[in-house]
C-alpha cells in the first residue's frame, strides 16, 4: 500500500472524529437548551414608574428650584469618585417614595455592599425598589438578589439572564446570540425627581474605595424635566421581554439576608473602608446637597435611549440611538472632543471623523494607552485608525497607567479621581454641548449593547472638557504622532515639561504587542 494511502486515510479518520465531536457538542447544547429553558414571564400587575410628588422632602426641594426654571433640567456634573458615591448614598438615604436602579455591573466589594444594605433600608422604611441589572453583572450576587427580591418592596430583575448559573461559561455556551447582547445602561432615580447616569457601575473600582484598579469615570446629577423621560425608559425596559423576574431563576435561602448585612457591616468596619467612608462623609458635595446649596446649571438636556428591542436583536436602525449620536457628531462646525474608554470608530467613523477634521474641524480624542486598557482586544481593535485619524490632523491621545502618574497628575475636574484605566463617555461639540452616557465608540455599544445618556447644553461643562485637553491631556497621556507611513510615535510630558519620545507603545512588552497584532487579525472587530 503506497504511504500516501496511509496519510489520506488517517486524514479521513480525524475528519471523521472531529465531526463527531462537533456532532456531540451540539447535541449536548441542543438537550441543555431543553434542559434549562428560560421561564415563563407571569408578570404580576404593572409596575410603573411613581410619579414625582413634591410631597417627599427632595421633591420639594427641587419642585422649588425648578420652579424658576420651568421646563429647564439641573446637571451637576459628578467628577471625583468618592462624591460619585456619596451622592448615590445621599439619595438613597433621601428616598422617600421610589429607587429605580438600572445597572450594568454591581460589585459584592464595600461600595457594593453598602449600597445594597441602603435599598433594603429604604424598604424597610417603606420605599419601592425596582432593580434592574444586566445579568452578566451579577456574579456572587445570586443569593443576595434573590434575598431581597423576597422583601415586599424590592423588585429585581435581570436583563437577558443565563438558565444556567454554574458553572457560568456554560450558561453563555447555550445561547451565546441572547448572552451576547447586554444592557449597558446605568441610571439611578430616586423619587422620580432626581436621577444619576454616566458611566460608573457599582463597585470599588468606580467609586475610588480599596486599593484595587480604579476607573476614570463621568457622572451627572440630573433633576428637572429630564428625569420624566429617564423614568419612564426605565418603565420600557423594566418592561421588555429581555427582563425576567429573579424568580424562579434565583434560589432563595433562608440566612441570606442577615448574612448579607452582616457581610456589609463587616466589610465597613475595615480600617482602609472606614477611611474611605469618612472621606465621602466629609464631602462638600454632600453638605451642599444638605444644606440645598449645590451648584446647579438649568439648561436643557435630552435623553438619548436604544430601544430595549436591541437586547432581543429586533430593533431597527431608527430604534438606535446610534444614529442620533452620528447626527450629533456630524454637527460640530469649529471643535470636537472626546472621550472614550473602548475606541474604535470602524471604517465609516474613522472616514466620517476625518473628513469633519479635513474640513476644519479640530478633532481631539482621548482612549486608553495599551498599558491602561483593562480589554486588550479592544485596543487590537482601535490601533488599525491610528494612521487614517493621524493623517487627517485628528490629536491622538492615549491615557498613561494611574500607578505611573504622579500626585500632580491625578484628581482631573471633569475625569474624577486617578484611576488605572479610563472609563468615561463623554464629548463636547464646538465647546456648546455635552454628551454624558454608557455610550463607548465602539461596535459593541453601537451594535450589540443597550446604552443611554444625555446631550446637555452647557457651554460650562463643554468647556471643563475642552480645558481638559487644553490643561491635563499633555500630562496625564501620550500623544500619538505618525513618525513614517505606519509608525507610530509616542510623546510623553514629564511634570517638568520635558518631552520623551518613544518609538514603540510605552510600558508593554514584545509579547503584549504580538497578541494585540494577533487579535487584530481576527475578524472580530464587530462583537468588541
Known amino acids: 500500500m ?29 438537550v441543555l437548551r431543553l434542559a434549562f429553558p428560560l421561564p415563563p414571564r407571569e408578570d404580576g400587575p404593572p409596575l410603573t414608574a411613581i410619579p414625582p410628588a413634591d410631597t417627599t422632602r427632595l421633591g420639594q426641594h427641587i419642585a422649588g428650584r425648578q420652579a424658576r426654571h420651568p421646563r429647564k433640567t439641573g446637571i451637576h456634573a459628578l467628577a471625583a469618585a468618592p462624591d460619585a458615591f456619596s451622592v448615590r448614598l445621599f439619595l438613597a438615604r433621601a428616598a ?26 429604604a424598604a424597610e422604611r417603606g420605599v419601592r425598589v425596582r432593580l434592574l441589572i444586566d445579568d452578566s453583572g451579577t456574579r456572587d450576587l445570586d443569593v443576595d438578589l434573590a434575598a431581597l427580591d423576597a422583601h415586599p418592596l424590592i423588585h429585581v430583575r435581570l436583563f437577558n439572564p443565563r438558565t444556567i448559573r454554574w458553572p457560568l461559561l456554560l450558561g453563555y455556551v447555550i445561547a451565546p446570540v441572547r448572552t451576547n447582547r447586554r444592557m449597558h445602561n446605568k441610571s439611578f432615580t430616586v ?11 457599582i463597585g470599588d473600582e468606580y467609586f475610588g474605595a480599596g486599593r484595587g484598579s480604579l476607573f476614570e469615570d463621568m457622572d ?3 433633576c428637572g424635566t429630564v428625569v420624566k423621560d429617564i423614568a419612564a425608559d426605565f418603565d420600557r425596559y423594566w418592561d421588555s421581554k429581555s427582563s425576567y423576574p429573579v424568580v424562579p431563576l434565583l434560589k432563595q435561602k433562608p440566612d441570606a439576608l442577615p448574612k448579607l448585612l452582616a457581610d456589609a457591616e463587616a466589610a465597613a468596619l475595615d480600617g482602609d473602608a472606614r477611611a474611605y467612608l469618612q472621606e465621602t462623609r466629609g464631602s462638600a458635595m454632600v453638605s451642599d446637597l444638605l444644606a440645598g446649596t449645590l451648584g446647579v446649571e438649568w439648561t436643557d438636556a435630552r435623553l438619548s435611549s436604544d430601544d430595549p428591542l436591541k437586547g432581543l436583536g429586533l430593533a431597527g436602525r431608527k430604534q438606535l440611538m446610534l444614529a442620533e449620536i452620528i447626527q450629533i457628531l456630524r454637527s460640530p462646525r469649529e471643535s470636537l472632543d472626546l472621550v472614550s474608554a473602548y475606541f474604535i470608530p470602524g471604517k465609516q467613523g474613522s472616514r466620517a471623523l476625518a473628513s469633519l477634521a479635513r474640513g476644519g474641524v479640530k478633532i481631539r480624542i482621548l482612549t486608553n494607552a495599551q498599558e491602561s486598557t483593562d480589554v486588550l482586544a479592544v485596543h487590537s481593535g482601535y490601533v488599525k485608525y491610528r494612521a487614517r485619524l493621524l493623517r487627517a490632523g485628528i490629536k491622538l491621545y492615549e491615557l498613561k497607567s494611574a500607578f505611573r502618574r504622579t500626585k500632580e497628575e491625578r484628581g482631573f475636574h471633569v475625569l474624577g479621581s486617578s484611576g488605572a484605566s479610563l472609563h468615561a463617555k463623554t464629548f463636547a461639540v464646538d465647546s456648546k454641548r455635552v454628551f454624558v452616557g454608557s455610550f463607548n465608540f465602539d461596535p459593541r455599544s453601537a451594535l450589540l449593547n443597550c446604552e443611554m445618556g444625555l446631550l446637555i447644553e452647557s457651554e460650562q461643562l463643554a468647556q471643563q472638557v475642552t480645558a481638559f485637553f487644553d490643561d491635563n491631556a499633555p500630562i496625564a497621556s501620550y500623544e500619538v504622532f505618525l513618525r513614517r507611513k505606519h509608525r507610530f510615535g509616542w510623546i510623553e510630558t514629564e511634570p517638568g515639561g520635558q518631552r520623551v519620545i518613544s518609538k514603540v507603545e510605552p510600558n508593554t512588552t514584545a509579547f503584549r504587542r504580538f497578541i494585540v497584532t494577533l487579535i487584530g487579525w481576527l475578524p472580530v472587530e464587530w462583537m468588541l
Open 96 to 121: 422617600e417614595a421610589s429607587i429605580d436602579i438600572q445597572i450594568y455591573i454591581w460589585r459584592r466589594d464595600l461600595t457594593g455592599l453598602l449600597m445594597l444594605r441602603e435599598i433594603h433600608a
Open 191 to 201: 423619587d422620580g425627581v432626581a436621577s444619576v447616569v454616566g458611566g460608573r457601575n
Open 2 to 30: 503506497p504511504k500516501s494511502w496511509g496519510i489520506v486515510g488517517g486524514m479521513a479518520a480525524f475528519l471523521t472524529y472531529l465531526l463527531a465531536v462537533i456532532v456531540l457538542l451540539a447535541l449536548g447544547v441542543a
Open 220 to 222: 451627572v446629577l440630573a
